[in-house]
């Protein structure tokens, strides 16, 4: 089965400007996740969305970061403005059986200059 | 809130065994997984156990679970190149719904 696609895999900007980024999770899979991942970290849940409803956004940096999963499928993740301290990779991840089965994309690594 | 501590680094020979070693705080845990991530890849499920186990072995990973000291520990047996990466040790969060990381352990295997 294909994987959970994401995009881009690289960005690089300058801060106080915008990006977002995109995922496509598997197919069929109702629950999607976005994790950002600080160098020599692990990654930290942002959000997650069962179908297109939030299920838990308590990470989410709201002044800054928003996140939609419009008809419960693909998913963006905007950060306005950017700041030097987001610098990180993005990841999504998507469950169609609860956490155990969650799958991992490859991720967007978001360089902020 | 849970918190989940894993040391940093460790470094074997090819050939030899590794242990990774991971501690976590929350005792109402029911699963307890090991990520493992490949540079430039995302994070890939290797096991995970149910908290009613001592221990679950899968070929060459084996994985030990102190419930009492909320110790948790995965094995790898006859460690080769391929298996040089960071692992992640992840809990539940307390809803049970996500997944909360250890800041990894960096396995580096040499010939």
């Known amino acids: 089965e294909a994987g959970v696609a994401q995009s881009p895999r690289y960005k690089i900007i300058e801060k106080r400007q915008s990006v977002a980024f995109w995922c496509n999770p598997i197919?069929?899979?109702?629950?999607l996740y976005w994790y950002q991942q600080i160098l020599g970290q692990g990654p930290k849940l942002l959000i997650q969305f069962q179908n297109n409803g939030v299920v838990d956004d308590s990470q989410l940096p709201k002044d800054r970061f928003s996140a939609e999963r419009l008809k419960g499928v693909d998913s963006t993740l905007k950060i306005q403005p950017a700041k030097l301290e987001d610098s990180a990779v993005y990841l999504c991840?998507?469950?169609?059986?609860?956490?155990?089965?969650?799958?991992f994309g490859q991720g967007t690594r978001l360089t902020v200059v | 809130g849970e918190d989940v501590e894993q040391s940093l680094f460790l470094s074997v020979r090819e050939g030899d065994s590794s242990v990774i070693n991971c501690t976590y705080t929350d005792s109402s845990s029911t699963y307890l997984y090991w990520y493992k991530q490949e540079p430039g890849a995302g994070l890939q499920l290797l096991t995970y156990?149910?908290?009613?186990?001592d221990m679950k072995q899968d070929q060459r990973l084996t994985v030990l679970l102190n419930k009492k000291d909320k110790h948790l520990s995965l094995r790898i047996a006859d460690t080769q190149t391929g298996d040089s990466a960071i692992y992640f040790c992840?809990?539940?969060?307390?809803?049970?719904?996500?997944?909360?990381f250890g800041k990894g352990t960096t396995l580096s295997v040499s010939s």
């Open positions: 197919s069929g899979h109702a629950t």
């Open positions: 991840a998507s469950s169609g059986k609860g956490v155990t089965e969650a799958f």
């Open positions: 992840a809990d539940l969060n307390q809803a049970g719904t996500a997944l909360i």
């Open positions: 156990i149910f908290s009613n186990m």
